[in-house]
């Protein structure tokens, strides 16, 4: 009888305990999400050490267009570009899909991990940001 009352209260407690557990390892590694995406969606093309690949797709490691853009980096994102861009003078005109599938919250994440990794120091992008330049897009 004791053990059934443990198990009927006690399963809310340990499921309680368990999400904590999971929130604060998240939390320990803010970056977490971002790289976790970035592996899942960018890193197929721009490599696990955002070096890109040779003059076919840019670098995102130590790239000036990196440093220099903001939330507006969410459009390019999430629609592509099938256009030409300069990266750190480099003139790449190969065509990157697009990743609709990711929510703002998501593209906050990839974007702040990309502009906080590989020696960047870019300033973090924030969600209101992103959504107004997703409002915005072309």
């Known amino acids: 009888m004791k053990i ?14 368990i999400a904590l557990i999971f929130y604060f390892q998240d939390n320990a590694n803010p970056s977490g999400a ?8 960018c890193a197929n093309c721009h490599m696990d050490n955002g070096q890109g690949l040779r003059r076919l797709i840019p670098p995102l490691a130590g790239a ?3 440093h220099a853009a903001g939330a507006e980096m969410a459009c390019l994102i999430r ?6 861009m300069v990266v750190n003078g480099v003139t790449y005109s190969g065509v990157m899909p697009g990743n609709t599938y990711l929510d703002e919250v998501e593209l906050v994440a990839v974007l702040n991990y990309i502009k906080q990794s590989w020696g960047n120091s870019g300033e973090t992008v924030t969600y209101p940001e992103v959504k107004k330049a997703l409002s915005q897009c072309p």
């Open 4 to 17: 059934r009352n443990i198990l009927y209260y006690g399963w809310p407690v340990l499921v309680v305990g």
């Open 34 to 41: 971002g790289q976790r995406l970035y592996t899942t969606h």
């Open 64 to 66: 000036d267009y990196v």
């Open 79 to 84: 629609n592509g570009i099938a256009d030409t």
